[in-house]
């Protein structure tokens, strides 16, 4: 993001960092809360640069940016998206201020899928992420039904058609342990795809006759899930993470 000279209003940046509506921003220039380089504000509507300018709300700085990088660790029985009439969504488990952003999930996970979602409202580097022509590789931690092997990974590298004639490009499965019984044997896995088919990790099991009984997103490109979030938490990118997904 460019942080060369702009200007903007003052009640504008307020509303865009969710502290303040334009018509509470005009309440507080009355009563003498906003200070720009040091000095109280007459107009609400005054043009200032959110880079440069100092601009303070009851004594504490407002840091002005464009953009909001969240990681999330989503919890199964939410929907990845930005609104829903039945359910949940991801953009519910955030607070006021980070919806004042309008972030939106970069893909999705089925809704009882868990793990790493990115938010943001960046367009572009959401659309470079999912891009077809990236192939940005996603890895998935899994237990499936069946001894899972050898043979399925030799097929997920081939490619397996997961119906309408679609063929997967080459994917990685590594096998971590299988536990249980002979007669009911769950194989815990790591599975590393480069595409977003719908319900894609679920429909290559099936193609080579196993079931996923539980799905989790580890990694999307370079970033990892922080494992020390819980559930429903989130938290905002480091500058080395969103450095690693331009």
Known sequence: MSKGRTTLR???????????????????????????????????????????????????????????????????GVVSATEDNRDRTVIDLLPPQFRAFSPFPVGRLDKDTEGLLLLTNDGQLAHDLLSPRKHVPKTYYAEVQGAVGDAEAVRFEQGVDIGEGYVTLPAKLEVLERVGTEEATVSRILLTISEGKFHQVKRMFEAVGSKVLYLKRVSMGALKLDESLPKGAFRELTEEELASLR
């Open 10 to 76: 003052v009640d504008k940046i307020l509303s865009h960092l969710g502290l303040a509506t334009r018509s509470d921003s005009k309440k507080l220039v009355k009563q003498g809360r906003i200070l720009v380089n040091g000095l109280v504000i007459k107009d609400s509507g005054l043009q200032v640069d959110p880079y440069h300018d100092k601009i303070e709300l009851d004594g504490e700085p407002v840091l002005y940016r464009e953009f909001v990088y969240i990681m999330l660790h989503k919890p199964a």
